[in-house]
């Protein structure tokens, strides 16, 4: 069974840093392009960045690029989003999931809370 | 503002069928790349109910089907059940922004 498990999402002030993470299993991680979509309080659905499976092909929607790095560990299995310069309109639901064929996601986490405020 | 347009909510009574449109241009719904849906319940992650337009994943019931025709596309739901009762999200690749996008979600009431 596939599952995807995030974790350190968190509360940070406006300006601040925070890495979460994303622990895959039962799939072969290296098959799989990776990504992670965030969802505001109450707002819809937003993609925020994605990785191929070497890791040397990454993409981001303009609101991010320069301030989060999107990444993966093949030896642990793991996605990562390292998030700089932390807006208040990052706050949201953070969620990773499993990018096949023609940009779909079939898997998904059940998501990382990431609230930034003063 | 959300790349892909759908309306905001649509409602049905039990046993009637309800679609859902999703609006784009052609720079992602036109061109090659497919049109994805999503169901996602009351405080749980998305979940894929539709992928490539109009194909169902092992486990998602007959009574949703998906189309695509030039820069639109919809979700039918026939035989509506209160456990329904979700927001439904469009999904596509946009060459012009490199990048996946979303629609705006559309909010499933079943009466």
């Known amino acids: 069974e596939v599952q995807l498990a995030e974790s350190g999402g968190g509360l940070v002030q406006p300006g601040g840093s925070l890495r979460v993470s994303c622990a895959a299993s039962g799939l072969t991680f290296s098959d799989y392009w990776m990504t992670w979509v965030r969802q505001a309080p109450g707002k819809g659905l937003e993609w925020v960045a994605s990785i191929n499976q070497d890791g040397n092909e990454r993409k981001y929607v303009d609101s991010v690029k320069g301030r989060f790095t999107i990444s993966r560990d093949y030896a642990k299995n793991s996605l990562y989003l390292q998030m700089n310069s932390l807006r208040v309109e990052d706050t949201a639901i953070y969620y990773c999931?499993?990018?096949?064929?023609?940009?779909?996601?079939?898997?998904w986490g059940q998501g990382s809370l990431v609230t930034v405020s003063s | 503002q959300s790349v892909l347009t759908q309306p905001p909510s649509v409602s049905g009574a039990p046993g009637q069928r309800v679609t859902i449109s999703c609006t784009g241009t052609?720079?992602?719904?036109?061109?090659?790349?497919?049109v994805h849906w999503y169901q996602q319940l009351p405080g749980t992650a998305p979940k894929l109910l539709i992928y490539?337009?109009?194909n169902r994943p092992s486990g998602v019931p007959d009574r949703f089907s998906g189309s695509r025709s030039g820069t639109s596309a919809s979700l039918a739901i026939t035989g509506l059940q209160a456990e329904d009762e979700a927001d439904y999200y469009c999904q596509c690749f946009d060459t012009s922004l490199s990048g996946s996008v979303f629609g705006g979600g559309t909010r499933l009431t079943v009466l």
């Open positions: 999931a499993t990018v096949r064929g023609t940009f779909f996601s079939d898997y």
């Open positions: 490539d337009n109009t």
């Open positions: 052609t720079s992602n719904i036109g061109t090659i790349y497919n």
